[in-house]
């Protein structure tokens, strides 16, 4: 009899679809800013705290959405919850004032948003152990994919038919995707009578590489007081910082520089498919030379991005930092999961991972996405935002350098 196939495919299918969907229209943003701050004479400090309350609230609504996938399962999390990013965009068809547009976003929309991340992750992380980097990184590759074709999509249906009915499209892709997506989503392979990896018991965590004997002994309190631990939130916050400050105000950039609505959607696109490149080719690479110089590659690749976006003008050269920043953040976004798991070990993963994000989304992109704005809106220009993220992509690589995993502590 043929062989039938391992149902963890189909739930990385499944959760590529929601990244694919989720992210894909949340990195809209960049391309409706614009239009829609124009049209209400809204200045960019305005706008943009929407779309930093959304990512603030999604950081902290995660370790909610990750605590709910633990006790009801993701079929219903992802199902449910994920429906909300439809009704947000439906919402956001008809708003007429700047408290309405910045509510559905800070609320509707990043619970919508906040059922991609951990509920999907922590699933696969179930039904994969020996392939878990790379089914990890193709999952991921669904925002880079899904960036790269819905961001000039929403482009053309707002040269064509205006926001509105471009909110309204997204609506319809967002609540029939999103669902019908996390209906094949399962919590567990046990459940189906099936083991991670389609293996037999003695390829599983049961055998002699058990993870939990390496995991180091020690409390949560005592991982947080390590200086590991703050190396993590460094890279963990400018990793934040650099990626949503940049991906939400590259395409108004663009257009400031005297380039079109198309063409600044065209510069997000090629962010999002280099993303796809840092994601699986980066979280491959680790693998081979080890995650602290994989790290401190992804990390550079932002300090000369920095470099570059302050020296460009042409239309090729924004095309060129729109690679070299979509790969550093692809690899950046795959490389920390892992990271964490092999400073902490896998018993306090999950949770240590829900702690550091908030570094990310709340300190590192929530602030970074508003400052932005404001300081656009004090100097007329990005310009004092990219010597930011120059001095901090700068420290990154050097605290990228001091990571290490934390030492199991000996037997008294």
Known sequence: MRKSLFYGYIVAAAGFWVWFIAFGITLTFSVFFVPVSTEFHWTRADTALASSLSVMMMGLLALIMGWLTDRLGPR???????????????LLSRVTELWQFTLCHALVFSIG???????IMATVSRWFIKRRGFIS????SGVGIGGFIIAPVTAWLISAYGWRTAYVVLAVVASVGIIASGLFLRRDPRDMGLLPDAAKVENTLTGKKSVTSQDPALSIRQLIGSNQFWILAGLYFAFGFCRSTFTTHVAPHVQDLGFTLTEAANVLAIINLASIVGRIGMGRAADVMGMRFAMMISYGATVVDMIWGLMTRDLWGLYVYAFIFGFGWGAQAVLRYPATAEVFGLRSAGLMMGILGIFEN?????????????????SGNYWPMYWTGLGIAIGAVILASMVKPIPKPLAP
């Open 76 to 90: 219903f999390v992802v199902s449910f919850f994920g429906s909300f990013l439809g009704i947000a965009c439906l």
């Open 113 to 119: 948003t906040s059922t991609a991340s951990v509920p």
């Open 137 to 140: 990184g193709l999952v991921q």
């Open 362 to 378: 709340v300190a590192g992109a929530g602030v970074g996405v508003w400052l932005a704005g404001y300081v656009f809106d004090m």
